[in-house]
């Protein structure tokens, strides 16, 4: 409920008059897998999760739309899929036996993860949007409505679009059981950027691989599934196919200007009948200032993948203040932002908000952005927290992953902090990048050690609150730092659990500062999620068979010893990086 993109997708969609969108949420102890699947029988009635917004099934929708924010949602997508009880892969929603009529709900999924890695969700999810949403809205959704009777048998229509791309160079059969229902749908589609069809990139991937290593058809082959079921030899035309079809590479499109980005200016506040559920940001009117990021942090997808940085300009921002707060029923802002204040005009924002007695809250800021004067507009838009992202504690360490801040910038920007009178700060470091060694780990120690001097020599250690937030570096796929898998080649991940346990025993002596330490066993489970490729969706499904735990994926690593020693390498790093600039 906390998250902008809810808002903006939810109010996009119910825009059109011709749309009803509701929001869903996964139950905080869901349990996984939910059926056994060995005694499932498929069943598109099945109703076990309702909307908030007026208590309807999930299985009485014609599209379902995921927002991925993390590499652990994966499991959720799998976990919805599972209660809808459809068949998981794409592939078995083309020819479904146990569904007569081959009828489905369109699975369409965005967000973050899918920008670095779009390869992971091919198997389960019909359609993958890249790039800015915003700018095929209208055209996607006209598409939609307008062929709304093939929405239900989308990888059906996907067939019969190759059928008639291939009639001049087949002899197909006639009579196989197609659904009737028309295919203009895929025809309009693959003409608009930044769509991924899964159905086409699955076999535009394995036809290139194939003809590539000249390697055997794998079990789970989609061509031979679709050659056998058709009776056709489709491998020897597919490169008619493709070279006719031009879909490939995807063009990906972006906002050259954020301002006509359309704001979410009605938002729904929940209301709780626990008052011990808070939701993180208060309630309050969350207004996107920014998108991208001007830093390009080697190890950060933001300033990488999410074209260049663009912001809300100060009259837009402003007009969004004014009208979300009419249709709103709150009293504050809070901004979603990679980098706030890089905006040239943010301190006339804040000033203006301040001047309307409106209070607001930034996300982690850039330290050496923050100067007397931005810091004193904070404070005075009702802030008493701040939180920053050294992400190191060595001056070396933080040049090497491109984020060039120094240790003294951190303790003279600190110390303006404590003296304005501000009660808490938020820290959050990575541990585990590459080039790093244990001096590097000490130095964390002793940037913290140096903060709580300052705070002692302020006194201020029963007035300020300090947490630490310790996390393990993630690679991610198209990001500088994205081949660097070393800390999980061995699953006992001895210097991980080094570094971690020191860093804990160390840092258990300041008694007034709050630590969190990431698990390397959670760790464990991202670098695998976040790495994977198409080929691995029946690993990712018995991943998710099993339990999605760490001890099921250590068994699994064991059976397919061979797939993850290259799936390690650098070569297969390059193979997954080769697929997408294929494909994007």
Same mark, same amino acid.
């Given at each position: 409920?906390?998250?902008?993109?809810?808002?903006?997708?939810?109010?996009?969609?119910?825009?059109?008059?011709?749309?009803?969108?509701?929001?869903?949420?996964?139950?905080?102890?869901?349990?996984?897998?939910?059926?056994?699947?060995?005694?499932?029988?498929?069943?598109?009635?099945?109703?076990?999760?309702?909307?908030?917004?007026?208590?309807?099934?999930?299985?009485?929708?014609?599209?379902?739309?995921?927002?991925?924010?993390?590499?652990?949602?994966?499991?959720?997508?799998?976990?919805?899929?599972?209660?809808?009880?459809?068949?998981?892969?794409?592939?078995?929603?083309?020819?479904?036996?146990?569904?007569?009529?081959?009828?489905?709900?369109?699975?369409?999924?965005?967000?973050?993860?899918?920008?670095?890695?779009?390869?992971?969700?091919?198997?389960?999810?019909?359609?993958?949007?890249?790039?800015?949403?915003?700018?095929?809205?209208?055209?996607?959704?006209?598409?939609?409505?307008?062929?709304?009777?093939?929405?239900?048998?989308? /990888?059906?229509?996907?067939?019969?679009?190759? @059928?008639?791309? &291939?009639? $001049?160079? +087949?002899? !197909? =059969?006639?009579?196989? %059981? #197609?659904?009737?229902?028309?295919?203009?749908?895929?025809?309009?589609?693959?003409?608009?950027?930044?769509?991924?069809?899964?159905?086409?990139?699955?076999?535009?991937?394995?036809?290139?691989?194939?003809?590539?290593?000249? /390697?055997?058809?794998?079990?789970?082959?989609? @061509?031979?599934? &679709?050659? $056998?079921? +058709?009776? !056709? =030899?489709?491998?020897? %035309? #597919?490169?008619?196919?493709?070279?006719?079809?031009?879909?490939?590479?995807?063009?990906?499109?972006?906002?050259?200007?954020?301002?006509?980005?359309?704001?979410?200016?009605?938002?729904?506040?929940?209301?709780?009948?626990?008052?011990?559920?808070?939701?993180?940001?208060?309630?309050?009117? &969350?207004?996107?200032?920014?998108?991208?990021?001007?830093?390009?942090?080697?190890?950060?997808?933001?300033?990488?993948?999410?074209?260049?940085?663009?912001?809300?300009?100060?009259?837009?921002?402003?007009?969004?203040?004014?009208?979300?707060?009419?249709?709103?029923?709150?009293?504050?802002?809070?901004?979603?932002?990679?980098?706030?204040?890089?905006?040239?005009?943010?301190?006339?924002?804040?000033?203006?908000?301040?001047?309307?007695?409106?209070?607001?809250?930034?996300?982690?800021?850039?330290?050496?952005?923050?100067?007397?004067?931005?810091?004193?507009?904070?404070?005075?838009?009702?802030?008493?927290?701040?939180?920053?992202?050294?992400?190191?504690?060595?001056?070396?360490?933080?040049?090497?992953?491109?984020?060039?801040?120094?240790?003294?910038?951190?303790?003279?920007?600190?110390?303006?902090?404590?003296?304005?009178?501000?009660?808490?700060?938020?820290?959050?470091?990575?541990?585990?990048?590459?080039?790093?060694?244990?001096?590097?780990?000490?130095?964390?120690?002793?940037?913290?050690?140096?903060?709580?001097?300052?705070?002692?020599?302020?006194?201020?250690?029963?007035?300020?609150?300090?947490?630490?937030?310790?996390?393990?570096?993630?690679?991610?796929?198209?990001?500088?730092?994205?081949?660097?898998?070393?800390?999980?080649?061995?699953?006992?991940?001895?210097?991980?659990?080094?570094?971690?346990?020191?860093?804990?025993?160390?840092?258990?002596?300041?008694?007034?500062?709050?630590?969190?330490?990431?698990?390397?066993?959670?760790?464990?489970?991202?670098?695998?999620?976040?790495?994977?490729?198409?080929?691995?969706?029946?690993?990712?499904?018995?991943?998710?068979?099993?339990?999605?735990?760490?001890?099921?994926?250590?068994?699994?690593?064991?059976?397919?010893?061979?797939?993850?020693?290259?799936?390690?390498?650098?070569?297969?790093?390059?193979?997954?990086?080769?697929?997408?600039?294929?494909?994007?």
């Amino acid at each position: 409920m906390s998250g902008y993109t809810i808002h903006f997708l939810y109010n996009l969609f119910n825009m059109n008059p011709e749309i009803l969108c509701e929001r869903f949420f996964i139950p905080e102890h869901r349990k996984i897998p939910l059926y056994n699947q060995s005694e499932k029988i498929w069943n598109y009635n099945k109703q076990t999760i309702r909307s908030i917004d007026s208590n309807t099934p999930l299985s009485n929708f014609d599209i379902i739309a995921f927002t991925l924010q993390y590499e652990i949602d994966y499991l959720n997508v799998l976990w919805v899929i599972d209660s809808l009880g459809i068949p998981f892969f794409v592939k078995e929603r083309i020819f479904n036996q146990k569904n007569e009529n081959n009828l489905f709900p369109l699975l369409i999924a965005g967000g973050p993860v899918l920008k670095s890695n779009p390869l992971a969700m091919l198997p389960f999810i019909d359609l993958l949007i890249v790039g800015d949403f915003e700018c095929i809205y209208e055209d996607f959704i006209n598409i939609l409505i307008q062929n709304n009777e093939s929405i239900h048998n989308f /990888n059906q229509n996907c067939v019969r679009f190759i @059928i008639n791309m &291939l009639k $001049s160079k +087949l002899e !197909i =059969n006639n009579s196989l %059981n #197609l659904n009737n229902s028309n295919d203009i749908i895929i025809p309009e589609l693959i003409k608009l950027p930044n769509i991924i069809i899964s159905f086409f990139t699955l076999i535009y991937l394995e036809y290139f691989e194939k003809k590539k290593f000249n /390697n055997s058809f794998e079990s789970d082959s989609l @061509i031979k599934y &679709l050659e $056998s079921y +058709l009776n !056709i =030899n489709l491998f020897n %035309n #597919l490169e008619y196919l493709f070279d006719k079809l031009k879909y490939f590479p995807i063009k990906q499109v972006f906002l050259e200007d954020l301002s006509n980005s359309p704001p979410s200016l009605r938002q729904i506040i929940p209301e709780f009948e626990d008052p011990s559920i808070e939701l993180i940001f208060g309630k309050s009117l &969350l207004i996107e200032s920014d998108r991208g990021c001007p830093f390009k942090c080697n190890f950060c997808i933001t300033g990488h993948l999410y074209g260049n940085f663009r912001i809300r300009n100060e009259k837009n921002i402003k007009e969004v203040i004014d009208n979300g707060l009419i249709q709103t029923p709150v009293s504050k802002i809070t901004f979603i932002s990679s980098s706030i204040l890089s905006n040239p005009n943010i301190s006339n924002i804040f000033k203006y908000l301040i001047s309307r007695k409106i209070s607001f809250t930034v996300p982690s800021i850039r330290i050496d952005l923050l100067n007397q004067e931005l810091l004193d507009l904070i404070y005075d838009g009702g802030m008493r927290s701040l939180t920053i992202a050294p992400e190191t504690g060595s001056d070396r360490l933080r040049k090497i992953i491109n984020k060039n801040i120094t240790n003294n910038q951190i303790i003279e920007k600190i110390k303006l902090i404590f003296k304005k009178d501000f009660n808490g700060l938020k820290l959050y470091f990575l541990i585990g990048l590459p080039e790093e060694n244990f001096e590097d780990i000490q130095a964390i120690i002793n940037l913290i050690k140096d903060i709580n001097n300052e705070i002692q020599k302020q006194n201020l250690i029963k007035k300020i609150n300090i947490r630490i937030s310790i996390n393990i570096f993630i690679p991610k796929l198209q990001t500088p730092f994205g081949n660097y898998l070393q800390n999980f080649e061995d699953m006992k991940m001895t210097y991980l659990h080094n570094i971690s346990n020191n860093l804990a025993k160390e840092l258990k002596k300041f008694k007034n500062i709050n630590v969190e330490i990431m698990d390397p066993k959670t760790a464990f489970i991202q670098c695998f999620l976040s790495q994977i490729d198409e080929s691995f969706g029946n690993i990712l499904y018995e991943f998710y068979v099993g339990g999605g735990k760490f001890s099921v994926l250590k068994k699994i690593i064991i059976e397919y010893k061979d797939k993850f020693e290259r799936f390690f390498d650098e070569n297969g790093y390059n193979e997954r990086i080769s697929k997408i600039k294929s494909i994007l």
